[in-house]
């Protein structure tokens, strides 16, 4: 029997208290933006990790402002919104190589949203194979790189943006 580790759930699994707040709002302090897998905090926008990702270097980018739809965002924050997922496929493709990319909005809870009161992209890199018999017959996604590696790859990069 093979085993699946994946030693950074533990503390998901075991934790009584859950993030209180939106995960998707910074704050000023900057210096839990690791711990919280933040790549980008922009004058409009946000970039970050997906904590329980599709697949290695899944990212989550949203309006810092509280906006439930598409349309309540201003023609600035659209704009911005747009810009920061475009850098950030041009950084996936650059540090994680992928073949292709899913990109898209869960908007409301029905489509999936866990957070409809704050609208965000999922940008999720695909690679050929990355479906394979672990999900299909034990539903299961095998991630093979951890999250905050991934992170530490990619920050750098995210630092760079203007």
């Given at each position: ?129 990355d479906t394979n018999f672990m999900t299909v017959l034990g539903e ?23």
């Amino acid at each position: 029997m093979k085993n699946l580790w994946a030693p950074w759930r533990m503390n998901y699994i075991l934790s009584d208290q859950k993030e209180e707040g939106c995960i998707f709002c910074p704050g000023e302090d900057r210096s839990k933006d690791g711990e919280r897998l933040i790549l980008y905090v922009g004058s409009l926008t946000v970039a970050m990790m997906n904590r329980f990702p599709y697949n290695n270097g899944h990212l989550l980018v949203a309006p810092l402002r509280h906006v439930a739809q598409m349309e309540d965002l201003s023609d600035e924050e659209t704009l911005d919104l747009l810009r920061i997922v475009r850098e950030s496929i041009g950084i996936l493709r650059k540090v994680m190589q992928p073949e292709g990319f899913n990109v898209g909005m869960n908007l409301g809870r029905i489509a999936g949203a866990g957070m409809e009161e704050h609208m965000h992209f999922h940008i999720v890199p695909r690679w050929s194979g990355d479906t394979n018999f672990m999900t299909v017959l034990g539903e299961v996604r095998v991630i093979p790189e951890h999250i905050k590696e991934t992170h530490r790859k990619l920050k750098p990069f995210f630092e760079k943006i203007k």
